[in-house]
């Protein structure tokens, strides 16, 4: 599926109000991650804590924080987050304790 600049790939991931995409950016050739939400789902708070997020990202700059690249609002019905697209995925699926080794937790990551 094709979205603006942007060839959407497979969803990546899911959440309670969005689905991630790993997408194709066609003039860069780079891999991006993109956050569509769907509007008619987003009700006041909600949609406050969007535009909020949106906010701080655009803000940010360390490098072990995902960047924020853009927002598009698409005349799909959606608010698209372009975001940079983490080769490895979430570090909360490295993170997750696996074995308990003494005091020590042993994650997926190191297993």
Known sequence: ?????????????RGSSAVVHQAWQRKTGAFVAIKKF???SLEGTDLKAV???IELLSKLDHP???KYLCSI???DGHLHVVLEYMENGSLA????PSVVAGDTYATAATL
Do not use: S
Not at 3 to 13: H, L, S, T
Not at 93 to 96: A, T, V
């Open 38 to 40: 769907g509007r008619d």
């Open 1 to 13: 599926m094709e979205f603006g600049e942007y060839v959407m790939g497979e969803v990546i991931g």
């Open 93 to 96: 699926l490295r993170r997750r």
């Open 64 to 66: 072990n924080i995902v």
């Open 51 to 53: 535009h909020t997020e």
């Open 73 to 75: 609002d698409g005349n």
